[in-house]
């Protein structure tokens, strides 16, 4: 599902569209978004010859209308007693508890890396302990810590969108120019004064990426978060279909669940035009 | 009648080996703030290091930095120091950023940018008042960028190399706009630059900056900044014979500092 992923004007596309198709190339090249919808319309198509002409079980694959009819019967039945939007609002209620988290701990603590040699020296080696970890490992350290309810899912993907925050401020903080710095300073700001008003604002572009990131971060580890005694939840309503070989349920959460990033992509990139247009202008 | 001095200043910068290299050796300085000294130097010569130690931002090897006789250790609003990118906020419109040294001493945000609206007006920037500073071009953003200086109210302008990084045609423009801050300011100007032109155009007083170590090793007075703020359009002073003949001494003087490191 990785496609529709794709479809998304990245940096990176943008890039590859110049480098490729510049001014040295004669003819005028396909539009990017072309070849990448024909990517979706041939998969689609393989799928249904594949599911239509029994080449595979349906339970295994079923055909991608099935898995449209199941998305409908998600939206208006529900699946394990809850609809598909009250899954969807449960996944998203833990996923932005954790992104409050992790902003409210992580930012403070990348200014510290970012300002103080004595910050950078306490809080460095905890940070690069925790990023490496997959979120799995710590999980049922959690779980003997919080319990099995809300909080302990909220902190496991909060613990994976930390060290993203973390070193985004960081960077950010490192990034401020010493021009800026010292204007401030001849104009008789203090400390706090060069923090609060040139500092922070230096720092937020990359703070938002690394929001950006962190969301992504978190999105990924919510089904391991919603594995162990959640009754809602994407990640669960996956895992309760697959107990049941519901397979069509699988898919067609595993789909609502890309979607979802998507939108977070495009909101994320959205937000950073508006609050931060100096620094993602072209 | 301020005065910003600079006493028996010397810098050195530690090297590797742990020794250390001498940037500036004993500089006497003083400048009134009816005064606009032009320091010319080349490149090695610690024309910044000399800015940077009279703005606070670095403290000197040994000698003090006095304002009105007081020792002063740190940067402060009494001297406010343009840089040559502007350091202008990107976050903030260019009135906002004009009416930044006025919220840093905590006056109402309806009446520092009424405030900023005035100095902006007074200079000829009225346009760029709401526009975002990344729209602005980069004469624009210097001019804003030395407008706010005004709004901090400084007793001291310390300006490092302002026009450095401005194309000829803007850069002869901004001369003119530097003087006339300077003039509403009342407060003393320190410009760094490698510019003879500049020099001689701007300064009422130029100190000449030899190299290793840096130091002063002439001083001249000129006139052609006054004339200019009373009313002699540049372009004439630029083409006077009393211009021509300064411009050769100083010129003389720079290449007779060369000889003096060839011998």
Partial sequence: ?282 | MSVLSLNNVTLRYATADHRSTPVLASIDLAIESSEFVVVIGRSGSGKTSLLNIAAGFVAPSSGRVCLDGQSVTGPGADRAVVFQDDALYPWQSAVENVAFPLRLRGIPRRERLARARDILDGVGLQEAADRRVWELSGGMRQRVGIARTLASDPRFLLLDEPLGALDALTRSRMQGFLLDVWQRSGAGALLITHSIDEALLLATRIIVLAPNPGRITSEIATPFGRDHLAGTPLPEIGGSSAFRRLHDELTALIHAEDEGIAA
């Fill in chain 1, 1 to 282: 599902m990785s496609l529709s992923l794709e479809s998304l004007p990245s940096k990176e596309q943008e890039l590859a569209d110049t480098d490729f198709d510049g001014p040295s190339s004669r003819r005028s090249p396909v539009p990017l978004a072309w070849i990448s919808a024909a990517t979706i319309v041939a998969v689609l198509a393989l799928w249904s010859l594949a599911s239509n002409y029994g080449l595979v079980s349906s339970l295994f694959l079923p055909s991608p209308a099935a898995v449209y009819q199941a998305l409908k019967g998600l939206a208006v039945v529900g699946f394990v007693d809850a609809t598909l939007a009250q899954h969807v609002g449960a996944s998203l209620l833990r996923i932005f508890g954790a992104l409050a988290v992790a902003i409210l701990v992580g930012v403070p603590a990348g200014l510290a890396i970012g300002t103080s040699r004595l910050g950078k020296g306490i809080l460095d080696p905890i940070v690069e302990f925790l990023r490496p970890l997959p979120p799995l490992a710590y999980l049922p350290l959690v779980i003997i810590w919080l319990g099995i309810g809300e909080a302990s899912k909220i902190a496991v993907i909060a613990l994976a969108m930390l060290p993203p925050v973390i070193l985004s401020t960081a960077t950010g903080v490192r990034s401020t120019s010493t021009d800026h710095i010292n204007a401030a300073r001849a104009f008789g700001a203090s400390r706090l004064q060069v923090l609060r008003h040139v500092i922070l604002p230096s720092a937020l572009p990359s703070v938002l990426t690394g929001t950006r990131i962190a969301l992504g971060a978190g999105w990924s580890t919510l089904v391991a978060a919603e594995l162990v005694a959640a009754t809602r939840g994407l990640g669960f309503m996956i895992q309760s279909a697959a107990q049941f070989l519901v397979t069509d349920v699988v898919i067609a959460g595993i789909v609502v669940i890309a979607a979802v990033a998507c939108l977070f992509e495009l909101s994320a990139r959205l937000l950073e035009r508006w609050l931060v247009p100096w620094a993602t202008r072209t």
